[in-house]
């Protein structure tokens, strides 16, 4: 019997970013959701959890970088992939701090977003 794909959910406020990165993971054989704010995706743990988060940094209300640590704080431990156009001094260390499993820079290698989750669901 198939075992069932990985669950990957992206979190980005840009529509077109999440298009993409949907289309790259599904054709790389991901279960992909995507999210265009965090509440939505805290909403969603309701019903699934999934294997790894793809989050932006730099989103309205709930920045990614606060969803990384509303989670840690709710005991909710899924790899998080970090990803954003804006490497801001110390951001990559602030994120790693918060429990982040990977940090990319926009424009980034589709080969590098999958390895990182990858390695991310393989480490748990």
């Known amino acids: 019997m198939a075992q069932a794909p990985p669950r990957v959910a992206v ?8 298009k993409a990165l949907g289309r790259l993971l599904s054709a790389s054989s991901f279960e992909i959701t995507t999210f265009g704010s965090a509440v939505e995706f805290l ?3 309701e019903e699934q959890s999934p294997h790894c988060l793809v989050v932006d940094i730099h989103m309205p209300d709930i920045t990614g970088l606060d969803l990384q640590r509303h989670m840690a704080h709710a ?21 790693q701090s918060a429990g982040a499993a990977a940090f990319l820079v926009k424009p980034f290698d ?3 977003l999958i390895g990182e989750i990858n390695s991310a669901i393989q480490r748990g």
């Not at 979190?11 to 999440?18: E, P």
């Not at 005991?75 to 994120?95: F, K, M, Y």
């Open 75 to 95: 005991g909710i431990s899924i790899p998080t992939i970090v990803i954003t156009a804006h490497n801001e001094p110390g951001l990559r260390e602030r994120c």
């Open 110 to 112: 589709g080969r590098a």
């Open 11 to 18: 979190v980005d406020d840009d529509a077109s970013v999440r």
């Open 43 to 45: 909403k969603s743990l």
